[in-house]
């Protein structure tokens, strides 16, 4: 199998595609959390603590570099709030899958080999 062919399956995959799928969109929705969290929750949790600008909060080393503990702050907190949302979404997807699993299986059909046996059963008993 050429080396072409042999990657062109291997990338149309359905679990590859899903899963490109799944990485788009979980950049997506970090890009929305970080959001969340420097734009609407740090803005009045600094106000609330004495209009302190975490983004602004870095200890300095020497004139040129600094260490951005506030930037970490917010990075620890996005990753709290998205940690948080995918175990909601796991634990709910978990909770649908144990109903489909309760509920009862409907009585399978049985094949056209069982029924043949059957009757092949029946006469023998009748002789």
Known sequence: MGFLKEFKEFAVKGN???????????GAFGKVISSLVTDVIMP????LIGGIDFSKIMIPLNSTININIGVFINTVIDFVIIALAIFIMIKQMNRLKKKEEAKPAAPAKPSEEVLLLRDIRNSLKKK
């Open 16 to 26: 590859m595609v899903d899963m490109a799928i799944g990485i788009i969109i979980g």
């Open 44 to 47: 009045p949790v600094g106000l």
